[in-house]
Protein backbone atom coordinates (compact mmCIF):
# COMPACT_ATOMS: atom_id res chain seq x y z
CA UNK A 1 0.00 0.00 0.00
CA UNK A 2 3.06 2.42 0.84
CA UNK A 3 4.56 1.70 -2.39
CA UNK A 4 1.53 2.21 -4.32
CA UNK A 5 0.45 5.36 -2.59
CA UNK A 6 4.51 6.86 -3.78
CA UNK A 7 3.75 5.92 -6.89
CA UNK A 8 0.28 7.88 -7.49
CA UNK A 9 2.31 10.83 -6.02
CA UNK A 10 4.94 10.47 -8.50
CA UNK A 11 3.17 10.24 -11.44
CA UNK A 12 0.81 13.15 -10.29
CA UNK A 13 4.07 15.11 -9.74
CA UNK A 14 4.66 14.23 -13.17
CA UNK A 15 1.12 15.11 -15.00
CA UNK A 16 0.85 18.25 -12.76
CA UNK A 17 4.59 19.54 -14.74
CA UNK A 18 3.25 18.91 -17.44
CA UNK A 19 -0.07 20.92 -17.59
CA UNK A 20 -0.75 23.65 -19.56
CA UNK A 21 -2.56 25.41 -17.08
CA UNK A 22 -1.56 28.63 -15.66
CA UNK A 23 -0.50 27.97 -11.92
CA UNK A 24 -1.92 29.62 -8.85
CA UNK A 25 0.52 31.91 -7.40
CA UNK A 26 4.26 32.29 -8.89
CA UNK A 27 7.13 29.66 -7.75
CA UNK A 28 9.14 30.63 -5.06
CA UNK A 29 12.92 30.13 -4.48
CA UNK A 30 11.95 27.43 -2.31
CA UNK A 31 10.26 25.43 -4.57
CA UNK A 32 11.85 21.34 -4.99
CA UNK A 33 13.51 20.61 -8.51
CA UNK A 34 11.49 17.30 -9.57
CA UNK A 35 15.06 15.78 -9.62
CA UNK A 36 14.85 15.70 -5.92
CA UNK A 37 11.06 14.81 -5.42
CA UNK A 38 11.39 11.78 -7.89
CA UNK A 39 14.72 10.47 -6.09
CA UNK A 40 13.33 11.21 -2.26
CA UNK A 41 10.27 9.04 -3.29
CA UNK A 42 12.71 6.42 -4.78
CA UNK A 43 14.55 6.02 -1.53
CA UNK A 44 11.43 6.18 0.72
CA UNK A 45 9.66 3.41 -1.15
CA UNK A 46 13.25 1.76 -0.96
CA UNK A 47 12.89 2.12 3.22
CA UNK A 48 9.40 0.81 3.08
CA UNK A 49 10.36 -2.43 1.42
CA UNK A 50 13.07 -3.13 3.84
CA UNK A 51 11.27 -2.38 6.87
CA UNK A 52 7.98 -3.96 6.41
CA UNK A 53 6.18 -3.24 10.09
CA UNK A 54 8.01 -2.32 12.99
CA UNK A 55 8.96 -5.86 15.26
CA UNK A 56 6.94 -5.57 17.94
CA UNK A 57 3.99 -7.81 19.42
CA UNK A 58 1.50 -8.37 18.76
CA UNK A 59 1.72 -9.71 15.25
CA UNK A 60 -1.18 -9.90 12.90
CA UNK A 61 -1.73 -12.84 10.58
CA UNK A 62 -1.36 -10.31 7.65
CA UNK A 63 1.31 -8.33 8.95
CA UNK A 64 3.35 -12.22 9.36
CA UNK A 65 1.96 -12.71 5.38
CA UNK A 66 4.04 -10.23 4.17
CA UNK A 67 7.02 -11.22 5.63
CA UNK A 68 6.05 -14.43 2.91
CA UNK A 69 5.75 -13.04 0.01
CA UNK A 70 7.59 -14.07 -2.66
CA UNK A 71 7.82 -10.69 -4.38
CA UNK A 72 10.78 -11.13 -7.05
CA UNK A 73 11.81 -14.34 -5.73
CA UNK A 74 10.66 -17.12 -7.72
CA UNK A 75 11.19 -15.76 -11.28
CA UNK A 76 8.37 -13.59 -9.81
CA UNK A 77 5.76 -16.27 -11.09
CA UNK A 78 4.04 -16.70 -7.37
CA UNK A 79 1.67 -14.53 -6.23
CA UNK A 80 0.39 -14.73 -2.43
CA UNK A 81 -3.15 -15.56 -2.06
CA UNK A 82 -5.23 -16.27 1.02
CA UNK A 83 -3.98 -14.99 4.88
CA UNK A 84 -4.78 -17.70 7.61
CA UNK A 85 -4.52 -17.17 11.41
CA UNK A 86 -3.01 -20.42 12.46
CA UNK A 87 -3.26 -19.95 16.06
CA UNK A 88 -7.38 -20.49 15.57
CA UNK A 89 -8.52 -23.53 14.62
CA UNK A 90 -9.27 -23.58 11.05
CA UNK A 91 -12.90 -24.51 10.07
CA UNK A 92 -13.21 -27.02 7.35
CA UNK A 93 -9.57 -27.84 8.00
CA UNK A 94 -9.55 -31.78 6.80
CA UNK A 95 -7.80 -33.06 10.00
CA UNK A 96 -10.10 -30.60 12.13
CA UNK A 97 -9.21 -28.51 14.78
CA UNK A 98 -5.77 -26.67 14.88
CA UNK A 99 -3.65 -26.63 12.13
CA UNK A 100 -1.12 -29.14 12.11
CA UNK A 101 -3.21 -31.33 14.57
CA UNK A 102 -2.87 -33.91 11.97
CA UNK A 103 0.67 -34.62 14.07
CA UNK A 104 0.40 -33.52 17.06
CA UNK A 105 -0.63 -30.99 19.46
CA UNK A 106 2.24 -28.64 19.26
CA UNK A 107 0.68 -26.63 16.88
CA UNK A 108 -1.68 -25.41 19.76
CA UNK A 109 1.29 -23.46 21.24
CA UNK A 110 2.28 -21.41 18.15
CA UNK A 111 1.80 -17.59 19.92
CA UNK A 112 1.52 -16.00 16.76
CA UNK A 113 0.85 -17.75 13.06
CA UNK A 114 0.07 -17.07 9.88
CA UNK A 115 -0.41 -19.43 6.56
CA UNK A 116 -0.02 -17.99 2.93
CA UNK A 117 -1.55 -19.37 -0.02
CA UNK A 118 0.72 -18.90 -3.24
CA UNK A 119 -0.84 -19.24 -6.52
CA UNK A 120 0.91 -19.77 -10.02
CA UNK A 121 -1.45 -19.13 -12.49
CA UNK A 122 -3.87 -18.71 -10.49
CA UNK A 123 -3.69 -22.09 -9.58
CA UNK A 124 -3.23 -23.32 -5.81
CA UNK A 125 0.21 -24.30 -5.86
CA UNK A 126 1.88 -23.54 -2.80
CA UNK A 127 1.96 -22.42 1.16
CA UNK A 128 4.14 -20.93 3.64
CA UNK A 129 3.48 -21.23 6.91
CA UNK A 130 5.28 -19.17 9.73
CA UNK A 131 5.40 -19.88 13.32
CA UNK A 132 6.45 -17.66 16.46
CA UNK A 133 6.92 -19.75 19.66
CA UNK A 134 7.32 -18.31 23.06
CA UNK A 135 8.82 -21.62 23.92
CA UNK A 136 12.07 -22.50 22.03
CA UNK A 137 11.14 -26.19 23.06
CA UNK A 138 8.53 -25.80 20.82
CA UNK A 139 10.79 -24.81 18.08
CA UNK A 140 12.40 -27.71 18.44
CA UNK A 141 9.51 -29.84 18.65
CA UNK A 142 8.28 -28.55 15.60
CA UNK A 143 11.40 -29.48 13.63
CA UNK A 144 11.97 -33.14 15.03
CA UNK A 145 8.29 -33.81 14.31
CA UNK A 146 9.05 -32.86 10.61
CA UNK A 147 12.66 -34.87 10.60
CA UNK A 148 10.36 -38.16 12.23
CA UNK A 149 7.70 -38.15 9.70
CA UNK A 150 9.84 -37.27 6.76
CA UNK A 151 12.12 -40.39 7.72
CA UNK A 152 9.27 -42.73 8.13
CA UNK A 153 8.81 -42.37 4.59
CA UNK A 154 10.58 -44.74 2.97
CA UNK A 155 10.00 -43.06 -0.62
CA UNK A 156 11.49 -39.50 0.69
CA UNK A 157 15.10 -38.58 0.72
CA UNK A 158 15.70 -36.15 3.04
CA UNK A 159 18.34 -33.02 2.43
CA UNK A 160 19.27 -34.18 -1.24
CA UNK A 161 21.23 -31.25 -1.99
CA UNK A 162 24.05 -30.10 -0.04
CA UNK A 163 23.48 -26.02 0.36
CA UNK A 164 24.75 -23.64 2.84
CA UNK A 165 21.74 -24.33 6.30
CA UNK A 166 19.03 -21.77 6.07
CA UNK A 167 18.39 -20.79 10.01
CA UNK A 168 19.24 -22.51 12.78
CA UNK A 169 18.62 -25.93 11.71
CA UNK A 170 16.58 -27.00 8.25
CA UNK A 171 15.66 -30.23 6.03
CA UNK A 172 14.06 -30.34 2.87
CA UNK A 173 13.66 -32.43 0.28
CA UNK A 174 12.50 -32.87 -3.61
CA UNK A 175 9.79 -35.37 -5.42
CA UNK A 176 7.86 -35.63 -8.42
CA UNK A 177 4.14 -36.25 -8.35
CA UNK A 178 1.47 -37.13 -11.17
CA UNK A 179 -1.72 -35.08 -9.90
CA UNK A 180 -4.56 -37.02 -11.88
CA UNK A 181 -7.76 -35.07 -13.68
CA UNK A 182 -10.33 -36.72 -11.26
CA UNK A 183 -8.26 -35.38 -7.87
CA UNK A 184 -7.13 -31.85 -9.50
CA UNK A 185 -10.97 -30.19 -9.21
CA UNK A 186 -8.75 -27.35 -6.81
CA UNK A 187 -6.72 -26.29 -10.18
CA UNK A 188 -8.30 -23.72 -12.30
CA UNK A 189 -8.61 -26.34 -15.40
CA UNK A 190 -8.58 -29.41 -13.91
CA UNK A 191 -6.16 -31.30 -15.79
CA UNK A 192 -3.32 -33.97 -15.48
CA UNK A 193 -0.35 -32.39 -14.04
CA UNK A 194 3.29 -33.27 -13.56
CA UNK A 195 4.92 -31.31 -10.36
CA UNK A 196 7.85 -31.41 -8.54
CA UNK A 197 7.18 -30.64 -4.91
CA UNK A 198 9.60 -28.95 -3.10
CA UNK A 199 9.40 -28.74 0.74
CA UNK A 200 12.05 -26.89 2.89
CA UNK A 201 11.60 -26.62 7.15
CA UNK A 202 13.69 -24.43 8.96
CA UNK A 203 14.15 -22.62 12.71
CA UNK A 204 15.00 -18.80 13.77
CA UNK A 205 15.32 -18.21 16.91
CA UNK A 206 11.23 -18.34 18.41
CA UNK A 207 10.42 -18.61 14.77
CA UNK A 208 9.54 -21.86 12.70
CA UNK A 209 9.52 -21.84 8.62
CA UNK A 210 7.26 -24.40 6.39
CA UNK A 211 6.74 -24.17 3.18
CA UNK A 212 5.92 -26.45 -0.33
CA UNK A 213 5.99 -25.45 -3.62
CA UNK A 214 4.75 -27.44 -6.72
CA UNK A 215 6.59 -26.83 -9.83
CA UNK A 216 4.81 -28.12 -13.03
CA UNK A 217 7.35 -29.66 -14.98
CA UNK A 218 9.29 -29.20 -18.57
CA UNK A 219 11.02 -32.50 -19.06
CA UNK A 220 9.31 -35.60 -19.92
CA UNK A 221 8.67 -38.22 -17.51
CA UNK A 222 11.36 -40.83 -16.58
CA UNK A 223 12.04 -44.17 -14.89
CA UNK A 224 12.57 -42.70 -11.09
CA UNK A 225 15.41 -45.88 -11.06
CA UNK A 226 17.25 -44.45 -14.06
CA UNK A 227 16.10 -40.41 -14.43
CA UNK A 228 17.28 -38.74 -17.33
CA UNK A 229 20.29 -36.24 -17.37
CA UNK A 230 17.61 -33.58 -18.18
CA UNK A 231 15.13 -34.27 -15.64
CA UNK A 232 17.61 -34.46 -12.41
CA UNK A 233 18.99 -30.89 -13.66
CA UNK A 234 15.23 -29.85 -14.09
CA UNK A 235 14.83 -31.07 -10.43
CA UNK A 236 18.36 -28.79 -8.89
CA UNK A 237 17.56 -25.75 -11.05
CA UNK A 238 13.50 -25.77 -9.71
CA UNK A 239 14.64 -26.58 -6.43
CA UNK A 240 17.30 -23.74 -6.51
CA UNK A 241 14.42 -21.12 -7.21
CA UNK A 242 13.20 -22.47 -3.61
CA UNK A 243 16.26 -22.54 -1.93
CA UNK A 244 16.71 -18.70 -2.84
CA UNK A 245 13.07 -17.82 -1.70
CA UNK A 246 13.81 -19.51 1.53
CA UNK A 247 16.96 -18.00 1.98
CA UNK A 248 15.13 -14.54 1.46
CA UNK A 249 12.41 -15.35 3.54
CA UNK A 250 14.97 -16.34 6.59
CA UNK A 251 16.36 -12.97 6.26
CA UNK A 252 13.10 -10.94 6.62
CA UNK A 253 11.60 -13.08 9.35
CA UNK A 254 14.87 -12.52 11.52
CA UNK A 255 14.25 -9.62 13.06
CA UNK A 256 10.70 -10.98 14.12
CA UNK A 257 11.94 -14.51 15.06
CA UNK A 258 14.66 -13.31 17.09
CA UNK A 259 12.27 -10.94 18.88
CA UNK A 260 11.94 -11.70 22.80
CA UNK A 261 8.63 -10.82 24.56
Not at 45 to 68: H, N, R, W
Not at 73 to 97: F, H, K, N
Request: hydrophobic letters at 40%; aromatic letters at 14%; proline letters at 7%.
Amino acid sequence: MKRLTLLLIFFGILFSGCSAQEPIAPPTESSIPIVELVAEAIIATQAAEVEIFSPEFPYSPAQLATLLEPGADLEGRWTPSTVTDITQPIPGYACSGYYGSCWGDWAKDISYGAQLLLLLDEDQLGEIDFMYFDDLADVENAYQLFLSKWSSRETTTINPYDRDPIGEQWLHRAKYYEIVEEDSSWLKEPRDLDVLEVEIVFSRCHGFVSFYLWFPTQTPWSSSENPSAERLAEKEALFNLAYAYARSIDGRITPYACNEK
